[in-house]
């Protein structure tokens, strides 16, 4: 994996890229989520909704309300941003957008696999529709969670490494698996 070249950044221009760059994610993921919420909203009046058992209501229902809730926290770091804008909170807007933007992904697989189930309940069966919708889960989970932290976990000792950024701290920069200084 070729080594991160330093940033000459200062505090505030990195949370300013930062937002920049979890919008564009944001941008992204809500165009799929709001796709989704729309096609659920029309399925409860198109002629075959009458015939879904109680088992496929309760998905569907769940479903809908999985999209929403994902769509409201892929719009909220936005209207974060809007509340707080000027008022020198852009590193808490990023940190807490972070965060929205995380539990919004995992709320948008679970929106996944729910429409997923749903579809393919009512057109192979039951069965055939919760082995596709745990298969949908585990995709999502490999390459958003897993991927992601295996990736992270190979990148570690680069980020202490001397193309670093320079630390702004007065302690020397220890590496992972040194130990910290003993007190005597």
């Known amino acids: 994996m070729p080594r991160a070249r330093p940033r000459n950044e200062t505090p505030p221009e990195r949370d300013d890229r930062n937002f ?3 919008l564009q994610e944001l941008r992204v ?3 799929g989520v709001q796709i989704l919420f729309a096609f659920l909203l029309t399925l409860a009046f198109s002629e075959r909704f009458d015939d879904l058992d109680g088992f496929q209501r309760g998905t569907y229902i769940c479903t809908l309300l999985l999209a929403m809730t994902a769509t409201v926290l892929f719009t909220a770091p936005a209207a974060l941003h809007r509340r707080l804008f000027r008022r020198g909170a852009k590193r808490q807007i990023v ?10 992904l995992g709320v ?12 393919v309940d009512v057109v192979l069966g039951r069965a055939e529709g919760v082995v596709t919708a745990c298969g949908a889960l585990l995709l999502c989970g490999a390459l958003w969670g897993a991927l992601p932290y295996a990736i992270k976990r190979r990148a570690e000792p680069a980020r202490y490494a001397a193309t670093s950024a320079p630390s702004r701290s007065p302690r020397q920069a220890r590496t992972p698996g040194d130990r910290p200084p003993s007190a005597e």
Do not use: D, K, N
Request: net charge negative; proline share 0%.
């Open 95 to 104: 940190e807490v957008s972070s965060v929205l933007a995380t539990v919004g």
């Open 20 to 22: 920049v760059e979890l």
């Open 108 to 119: 948008l697989a679970l929106a996944l696999t729910g429409a997923l189930l749903l579809v």
């Open 29 to 31: 993921t809500q165009t």
